[in-house]
């Protein structure tokens, strides 16, 4: 019983870790991707429409709040 229960935890832990470092790169991908958002598009909105800028910064910081959210559930 006992080698049973230290197997099932070393797959437990496996399984976590596999599903955090799995995380941990889509939230990145994500990040990124609103980052080349933020940049291309401020740049070319910000002359048009500052309100647009103002939204997108706005929308970014929570994404990236979002993101460091779930990576600190994550990482507890």
Do not use: Y
Not at 12 to 29: F, R, W
Request: with cysteine; aromatic share 6%.
């Amino acid at each position: 019983m006992t080698t049973w229960k230290d197997n099932f935890n070393q797959l437990a832990d496996g399984a976590q870790s596999n599903i955090q470092t799995a995380v941990d790169v889509h939230l990145g991908v994500i990040g990124e991707t609103l980052d080349i958002i933020r940049n291309e598009n401020v740049a070319l909105e910000s002359e048009r429409n500052p309100e647009f800028r103002r939204c997108v910064e706005e929308e970014t910081r929570n994404a990236t709040a979002e993101i460091k959210r779930f990576l600190a559930v994550l990482r507890r």
